[in-house]
């Protein structure tokens, strides 16, 4: 199993670009997550998904939008990028048996807006 | 809001040298407490849940315990290969998502 695989490793784009970043895991989970890393900051929770065809916001959604149209996909849409969303985002996904259940972490996105 | 507030948010320790890592915590409605590890560049890796106060999980060097407002990461006789940055994290009643503290960097010198 790979577990939770993010692509690209990095990006660089030019401030109003758009993009998706990608999220794909192979355990057959339900719940996934996005958060984003950055310096002196905790990871804060972007959106998240309970299954196919359920998103819901995070801590801050604010630019960002998602679909889960599979159990094993869940891409992260940047509409028109701005400098302040350069950052290190990380995709999470868990299984649904109880609250408790840990998450597990893709290796990240690091992605530079300028 | 959730709330999660880790300290040290650096320490250094010779090898060998056993400390506590703090994180106190206010959520509304635990659902579990989460401890992660964290390598420069690479994303958090799992170490251990908790979910009431009173319990105890091991693995190794390290051993986290939780109370009502806040969880402990001790670590015995550290090596240099348990540098890294330790992550908290709970998930609380609300959105199924986790909240997590800044992390405490831990460097352990040979």
């Known amino acids: 199993n790979a577990g939770v695989t993010q692509t690209p490793k990095f990006q660089v784009l030019k401030t109003g670009q758009s993009m998706t970043l990608q999220c794909a895991q192979d355990?057959?989970?339900?719940?996934m997550s996005w958060y984003r890393q950055d310096p002196g900051m905790g990871l804060r929770l972007i959106h998240y998904?309970?299954?196919?065809?359920?998103?819901d916001q995070g801590e801050v959604p604010n630019g960002y939008n998602v679909s889960r149209s599979t159990t094993e996909d869940f891409p992260l849409r940047l509409l028109s990028a701005a400098p302040s969303q350069t950052s290190v985002y990380f995709c999470?996904?868990?299984?649904?048996?109880?609250?408790?259940?840990?998450?597990?972490f893709g290796q990240g996105t690091r992605l530079t807006v300028v | 809001e959730d709330q999660v507030t880790q300290s040290p948010e650096a320490l250094r320790l010779q090898e060998g040298e056993s400390s506590s890592l703090n994180c106190s915590y206010t959520v509304s409605g635990l659902r579990g407490l989460f401890w992660y590890r964290q390598d420069p560049g690479k994303g958090p890796e799992f170490l251990f849940t908790?979910?009431?106060a009173g319990e105890e999980k091991e693995k190794e060097r390290l051993k986290a315990t939780l109370t009502k407002k806040e969880s402990f990461l001790h670590i015995t006789a550290p090596k240099p290969e348990d540098s890294a940055t330790y992550l908290c994290a709970v998930r609380g009643g609300g959105a199924d998502g986790l909240t997590f503290g800044k992390g405490t960097h831990l460097i352990i010198q040979p």
């Open positions: 908790l979910y009431s």
């Open positions: 355990m057959n989970h339900e719940y």
């Open positions: 998904s309970v299954g196919a065809g359920i998103t």
């Open positions: 999470a996904s868990r299984a649904p048996g109880g609250a408790g259940t840990e998450a597990f």
